[in-house]
C-alpha cells in the first residue's frame, strides 16, 4: 500500500486515501482535487544549516598569540602594582623585588615571532608597549630629562661616594685613584676593614677627617659626631640597621650633616624560605621595617641642618615600604642618574640596594656608578649643590 502522507523532497504527489486520486504535493494543496476531502500534512523538514567555514591554523594561532600578549601585560601589571603599592610587606612581593626583572622580557622575543608566523604586525603594538613598561618602570629606569635644559645650580658643590667594602680582598690603589680622579669630598663606608693601614694612610696624608668608627670620611671639618643608633639585636639574626653621622662645615660656613647607614640584610630570611620556612621570611620583612622606624624617628630627632644619608639599604629603591622615607627626602640616583644603577651583584648587577639621599635643601645634579673594586657592591656617586639661598 502506498504511503500516504508522504514528505515533499521525497515525493511529488500524494494519494487521497478516500478517493485515491493523485495529488501534487505543493504545500499550498491541503484537500483533495477528487473529492475535497482533507489531505495529510506534508512534511516540511527543517533547512540545513550551511557548514560553518572552517579556519586556517594562523587564523587559530593569530587569536591564541592575541590572548597570550593580553595575559603577558596583565602579568607585567599586575608585578608592577605589587611592586609600588604592596612591596615587601608581604613574602610574595619581597621574592619579587629581588628576582632580575629582565626576566619579564623573555616572553616578548617568543611572543614577537608568533606574531610575525601568523601575519599579525597588529600585535607588535601590544608587545612592543609591554615591553617598554619591563624596560623601563619594572627595571628601574631612570630617565631625568627634567634636568636637561635646567640651568646650573649655584651653591657649594660636593661630591659623595658610599661604599660596602663587604669581606673580601679589595683593590685599594684603583680605589683611591678613583676618589682622586673624581674628586671626592665625603665617604660613607658599609662594613669590612675600616681601619686598615692602607685605608688609615690614604685618608692620613691628604687631609681628611674621619670619625672615630671610621665610617665616615670628609674633606671638612668634623664639627661634632652624632649620636649613632643603639645597637639593637634580636634572635635569628635580625641584625639592627647601623647609623653614623656626623656634622660638618663646608668652607662657607654652613653646616650640614652627612650619615652612613646600613639596613639589615634580608638574606637570612631568603635562606630559611629556600628551607620551606615562609613564616622566617616574614619574620625578617617585619624586622627590616621595625628597623626604618628607627632610623626615621633618629632622624627626626637630628633634625634641623641638611642631611647627607649614603649607604647599604638592603632593598630597591621601587619598594613602597622605602616610601616612609621618601617623603620628606629624594633619592640620588632617581633625581639625576641615568639607565638603571644597579650595585648589586657587582658581575651581572640586576638590583639597586644602595642610595644616595638628600634632604630637600639639597640638589642632586648628578649619580653614577662606579667600578668593581672587589666588594660584593658596586660603588656608588652623587654630585650635590647646597644652594646659597635655602630652599
Not at 633634625?303 to 616612609?324: H, K, Q, R, V
Not at 660603588?379 to 649643590?385: D, F, H, M, Q, S
Request: hydrophobic content about 40%; charged content about 20%; aromatic content about 12%.
Amino acid at each position: 500500500m502506498a504511503d500516504s502522507s508522504p514528505t515533499a523532497p521525497r515525493h511529488a504527489f500524494w494519494r487521497c486515501p478516500k478517493c485515491g486520486t493523485p495529488n501534487p504535493a505543493r504545500a499550498y494543496l491541503t484537500n483533495c482535487l477528487g473529492c475535497g476531502a482533507p489531505g495529510p500534512a506534508i512534511k516540511t523538514p527543517a533547512p540545513t544549516p550551511p557548514p560553518k567555514p572552517s579556519r586556517p591554523w594562523r587564523e587559530r594561532l593569530g587569536t591564541w598569540v592575541l590572548r597570550a600578549s593580553y595575559a603577558y601585560a596583565a602579568l607585567v601589571l599586575t608585578c608592577l602594582i605589587l611592586i609600588r603599592w604592596v612591596g615587601a610587606a608581604w613574602w610574595g612581593v619581597a621574592l619579587l623585588l629581588f628576582v632580575p626583572h629582565w626576566l619579564f622580557l623573555a616572553p616578548l622575543g617568543g611572543l614577537f615571532l608568533l606574531s610575525a608566523l601568523v601575519r599579525k604586525p597588529s600585535q607588535w603594538l601590544i608587545q612592543a608597549a609591554v615591553g617598554l613598561v619591563v624596560a623601563g618602570p619594572l627595571m628601574g629606569l631612570s630617565l631625568p630629562l627634567s634636568k636637561l635644559g635646567r640651568t646650573e645650580s649655584v651653591g657649594e658643590r660636593f661630591r659623595i661616594l658610599t661604599y660596602n667594602l663587604g669581606e673580601d680582598h679589595l683593590d685599594m690603589p684603583s680605589l683611591f685613584a678613583m676618589i682622586e680622579r673624581e674628586r671626592i669630598d665625603l665617604v660613607c663606608f658599609q662594613e669590612g676593614p675600616r681601619n686598615t693601614p692602607e685605608l688609615e694612610a690614604f685618608f692620613g696624608k691628604n687631609g681628611w677627617h674621619r670619625d672615630r668608627h671610621k665610617y665616615v670620611a670628609s674633606r671638612y671639618p668634623i664639627v661634632r659626631e652624632l649620636e649613632p643608633l643603639p645597637e639593637h639585636f634580636l634572635s635569628e639574626e635580625r641584625y639592627a640597621a647601623h647609623m653614623n653621622g656626623v656634622i660638618l662645615r663646608a668652607p662657607s660656613g654652613r653646616e650640614f650633616r652627612l650619615a652612613s647607614i646600613h639596613m639589615p640584610t634580608l638574606r637570612p630570611g631568603f635562606n630559611r624560605f629556600l628551607r620551606g620556612d615562609i613564616h622566617g621570611l616574614q619574620i625578617h620583612l617585619d624586622w627590616w621595617r621595625s628597623e626604618m622606624e628607627r632610623l626615621l624617628s633618629w632622624l627626626d630627632r637630628t633634625s634641623g641642618t641638611p642631611l647627607l644619608m649614603a649607604g647599604d639599604f638592603n632593598t630597591p629603591s621601587d619598594d613602597s615600604t622605602m616610601s616612609a622615607l621618601r617623603v620628606a627626602y629624594r633619592f640620588g640616583f632617581e633625581e639625576a642618574g641615568w639607565g638603571y644603577g644597579y650595585t648589586r651583584p657587582t658581575r651581572t648587577p640586576w638590583f639597586r640596594i644602595d642610595h644616595i639621599v638628600a634632604s630637600e635643601e639639597w640638589d642632586v645634579t648628578r649619580c653614577w656608578v662606579g667600578p668593581d673594586f672587589g666588594s660584593d657592591h658596586l660603588p656608588l656617586l652623587a654630585e650635590v649643590v647646597l644652594p646659597a639661598k635655602a630652599r
